[in-house]
């Protein structure tokens, strides 16, 4: 049980590039979210998805994009890069099976992505 | 909206020190209150939580008490290890227009134990 992975661990883009940061889940979960860990402003919410299909915007979407076309998969993608999107990337999944009042999000290891 | 502020680390201890990372929150409602914890090269695992008012989470030696009348989840520990040289999250939960939860975190807390 791998539980939530991310793809890849590091990379380097230069400004205007694109990639796609890709988190997978084998726990069965419906919920994912990705999240960006910037120094001194702890993880903010970039985009969620509460299921396969459905995905909405957190706290700070502008620039990213994301799709959800298989319950264990969650894309996040940067169509343009930019410096001001360097960070480290988290992907957390979670669902509502667990108990209600004991939600606990579970954390992929983290993409570090630089743009120069 | 809803927030969590943190006391501002670096946070630096002798081994067996007594540890108190300070939390407070903003809300409406009553959420759920969380420590997250970051090991070096890792991402966050939950430490412990409370759910309700008065409530007291503990894991691993580290508790925290859901303090309603002052709106604060203070973390402590008695005697502190190397190990436990981390950053540490609080969070609360808060629920979305689709009916989920999402987190809500502080800036984190870098303690470092020495031994």
Redesign the interface.
Known sequence: NAG?TQTPKFRVLKTGQSMTLLCAQDMNH??M?WYRQDP??????IH?S?GEG?T?K?EVPDGYNVSRLKKQNFLLGLESAAPSQTSVY?C?S?T?GLAE?????Y????TRLTVT | GNS?T?MEGPVTLSEEAFLTINCTYTATGYP?L?WYVQYP??????LL?A??ADDKGSNKGFEATYRKETTSFHLEKGSVQVSDSAVY?CAL?DK????????T????TRLTIIP
């Open positions: 939530v419906e919920y979210y001194g402003m702890g993880l903010r919410l969620y509460v459905t909405a957190g988290f957390a979670t509502p009042s004991s939600y606990e999000q954390f992929g290891p983290g | 969590v943190q759920s969380f090269g890792e991402g966050l695992q939950l939580k759910t309700k999250f939960s979305t227009n689709f009916g989920n939860e999402k987190l975190f502080g800036t984190g």
